[in-house]
C-alpha cells in the first residue's frame, strides 16, 4: 500500500470577527486524518503566512502562549506545507478552492507513539486525560481523552473544535459549523486512533498501578531485628 501523503488543500470563508485572518485551509493525509482551522494571515506588507490551529499553555515562566496542535518536526517539511496553502490560496482567493498536492513521499503519516497524562474532570465524568501522538515525522497535541458512552472501554480524543463558516459549492451560502482542529475522516482511522490511544492509557493506568502496589508493600512489610525486610 503506497504510503505517501498527499494533502488537499481547502481554503473557507471568514467572518468579520476573524481579525487579521483571509482565510482557513484544511489538509488531509492519506485519506484518512484531516488537519483543520489553519490560519491564512496577511502581515502589514501584505505578505501571506500559515499558523497552525492551536492551543495556549502556561511556559516556564508561567506566562500563557500558543502552541500548535499539529506540527511536522521537520524544519523544512513545515515551510513545504505552508508554500503549498499559499499557493493554493493565492491562486483562487475565493470562498471556495480545492487542490491535491503529493509531496513529501518519504514522509509517512502513521501511528509510532502516544503520550497519555491522565486526570479527571469534575464537569465530564468521562474525561480520563490529555495526550500527544506521533504520527512519524509529525505531531499532534493536546487531544482530551474521553469513554465512550457505551461502555466497551474505548477512548475517544478530541482536539477541540472552533465554529468556522463553510460554504456550499453550488449555493456558496455559508452555514456555522463546529470543526475539530484534527479528526479522522473515516471509519477505519477512527478505530485505530481510538484502539491506540486506549492501549497506551490502559497501559499507563496499569503501571501506575503497579508501582503504587510495590510503594505499598515497601511500607507495610516490616523491618526484622537483623536489619533485613
Not at 484534527?182 to 477505519?188: D, G, K, L, Q
Request: charged content about 30%; hydrophobic content about 30%; overall charge neutral.
Amino acid at each position: 500500500m503506497e504510503k505517501d501523503v498527499i494533502i488537499s488543500v481547502t481554503s473557507y470563508g471568514v467572518t468579520e470577527n476573524d481579525k487579521g485572518i483571509v482565510g482557513y485551509a484544511r489538509m488531509v493525509f492519506e485519506g484518512k486524518y484531516a488537519v483543520n482551522n489553519i490560519e491564512i494571515r496577511e502581515n502589514a506588507s501584505g505578505e501571506l503566512y500559515t499558523k497552525m490551529p492551536h492551543y495556549q499553555s502556561r511556559n516556564s515562566s508561567g506566562r500563557l502562549e500558543d502552541r500548535d496542535v499539529f506540527y511536522a518536526k521537520d524544519k523544512e517539511v513545515s515551510n513545504m506545507i505552508s508554500g503549498a496553502i499559499i499557493e493554493e490560496y493565492s491562486y483562487t482567493k475565493q470562498h471556495i478552492s480545492t487542490g491535491s498536492y503529493k509531496m513529501l513521499e518519504d514522509k509517512k503519516f502513521e501511528i509510532s507513539d502516544v503520550v497519555v497524562r491522565p486526570f479527571s474532570s469534575e464537569k465530564n465524568d468521562k474525561t480520563r486525560g490529555a495526550c500527544d501522538i506521533d504520527f512519524g515525522d509529525f505531531k499532534v497535541r493536546n487531544g482530551y481523552m474521553s469513554e465512550l458512552p457505551n461502555g466497551q472501554g474505548k477512548l475517544v480524543t478530541n482536539f477541540q473544535a472552533q465554529k468556522r463558516v463553510l460554504f456550499d459549492s453550488e449555493t456558496n451560502d455559508g452555514v456555522e459549523k463546529w470543526v475539530n482542529n484534527f479528526a479522522p475522516v473515516n471509519h477505519e482511522a477512527s478505530e485505530e486512533l481510538r484502539n491506540a490511544v486506549t492501549k497506551a492509557y490502559n497501559a499507563h493506568i496499569s503501571r501506575d498501578a503497579a508501582q503504587t502496589e510495590v510503594k505499598t508493600e515497601e511500607v507495610a512489610r516490616p523491618k526484622s531485628k537483623f536489619g533485613r525486610r
